[in-house]
T-cell receptor, first 118, second 115 residues
Framework: GAGVSQSPSNKVTEKGKDVELRCDPI?????LYWYRQSLGQGLEFLIY????????KSGLPSDRFSAERTGGSVSTLTIQRTQQEDSAVYLC????????????????FGQGTRLTVV | GENVEQHPSTLSVQEGDSAVIKCTYS??????FPWYKQELGKRPQLIID?????GEKKDQRIAVTLNKTAKHFSLHITETQPEDSAVYFC??????????????FGTGTRLTIIP
């Protein structure tokens, strides 16, 4: 597609349920990032992928959070046993990043998934 | 890991005046510094970026300066207009070695332009 696509746009779930958030990066982009943004707050880093590998997952808040990326493309962020404090907008971004840096691009953001845990 | 600090957290300026937002970073290996603008309810969008091999970059009313020695960079907006009102985020990204692609953001500056 033309841009980064996230689904669903909005998700309301009951406390304790599991949710899966999907990110379709721009075709050919090697790096994929997940951030969380609470209302009126900044961009909290969760995890990033280079290809299918996740060199840095230090931002995942707890072991209830996990993410995977398959085929160097689509990524899924899974939150198990959701809690009310998980309510936020989850943003995905992708960029082309190559060793040497000659073709590196900016990071493009998706529109986000607004997660509400009730 | 990289730590990016951003100041001020809020900034109000009169329309037509200039606005300056400053960021510092901790990792001297970082070599790419983008600035994003986020309007209410929208996704962050890049407005300007700079790489470590230059000290300044300008695009119309927007400019960014980089001081690698001091590890700080700044966003300058001149002749501000109401549509400049938004939250601005700075970020830093590491070198080209594998594992340094992480993009770390500052905490954001809410800029309000007063008509």
């Amino acid at each position: 597609g033309a841009g980064v696509s996230q689904s669903p746009s909005n998700k309301v779930t009951e406390k304790g349920k599991d949710v899966e958030l999907r990110c379709d990066p721009i075709s050919g982009h090697t790096a994929l990032y997940w951030y969380r943004q609470s209302l009126g707050q900044g961009l909290e880093f969760l995890i990033y992928f280079q290809g299918n590998s996740a060199p840095d997952k230090s931002g995942l808040p707890s072991d209830r959070f996990s993410a995977e990326r398959t085929g160097g493309s689509v990524s899924t962020l899974t939150i198990q046993r959701t809690q009310q404090e998980d309510s936020a907008v989850y943003l995905c971004a992708s960029s082309l990043f190559t060793t040497g840096g000659q073709k590196n691009t900016e990071a493009f953001f998706g529109q986000g998934t607004r997660l509400t845990v009730v | 890991g990289e730590n990016v600090e951003q100041h001020p957290s809020t900034l109000s300026v009169q329309e037509g005046d200039s606005a300056v937002i400053k960021c510092t970073y901790s990792d001297s290996a970082s070599n790419y510094f983008p600035w994003y603008k986020q309007e209410l309810g929208k996704r962050p969008q890049l407005i300007i970026d700079i790489r470590s091999n230059v000290g300044e970059k300008k695009d119309q009313r927007i400019a960014v300066t980089l001081n690698k020695t001091a590890k700080h960079f700044s966003l300058h907006i001149t002749e501000t207009q109401p549509e400049d009102s938004a939250v601005y985020f700075c970020a830093a990204r590491g070198g080209s070695n594998f594992g340094n692609e992480k993009l770390t953001f500052g905490t954001g500056t809410r800029l309000t332009i007063i008509p």
